[in-house]
């Protein structure tokens, strides 16, 4: 087997792997900007507003809380990030204090317990609805994860594909000046 050859079938296979790369590059950029955009259009529409710089809401966090949610504050929530803080330190901390610690299934448990009792009737009725708004937020957020995922991914595979293409390359020339030897 002959040295020119060999350098065009292994050209070949890595301009072969150069478009396979760079077309997954492509297919992953679009699924990084679907997620972002379903992401972006989905809470922009739900209008939720960050608790603006000093204000009481901000303040009556606990202080580790507060310094993270204080990151994004009086801004509209968009973004994946934005989803995840809001749910965890804003959301999740205002439900725990109302229910003192317990969860919504423990006060749900207590109010079928005693259906007379209107005031942890009502009590459950907001933990659910706050509940409910924090797994939608994390779900956007999840969503939003996986779109940076897929981002990142399409870096490294663009990267690749033009490392394989420029290897390609190299390898046509190496066979073209073995055919001048």
């Known amino acids: 087997m002959n040295r020119k050859f060999v350098d065009k079938v292994v050209s070949m296979t890595g301009l072969l792997l150069a478009l396979v790369l760079l077309v997954a590059g492509g297919l992953l950029t679009w699924g990084y900007s679907f997620a ?74 207590a109010s079928l317990a005693n259906p007379s009792d209107t005031a942890l009737a009502n009590t459950v009725n907001t933990l659910f609805k706050g509940e409910t708004l924090r797994g939608m937020l994390l779900n956007a957020y999840a969503f939003w994860q996986l779109g940076q995922i897929a981002m990142y991914s399409a870096i490294f595979t663009f990267i690749g594909g033009i490392l394989f293409l420029i290897l390609a390359l190299l390898g046509f020339s190496h066979a073209r000046k073995e055919d001048e030897d």
């Open 36 to 109: 972002n955009g379903q992401v972006k259009s989905q809470l922009a529409s739900q209008q939720i507003v960050f608790p603006a710089a000093g204000s009481g809401a901000l303040k009556s966090l606990p202080q580790p809380d507060q310094g993270i949610v204080a990151k994004f504050a009086g801004q509209q929530l968009l973004t994946g990030r934005q989803a995840e803080v809001f749910a965890d330190n804003y959301i999740a901390v205002h439900l725990k204090e109302m229910a003192g610690g317990k969860t919504y299934s423990q006060e749900s448990a």
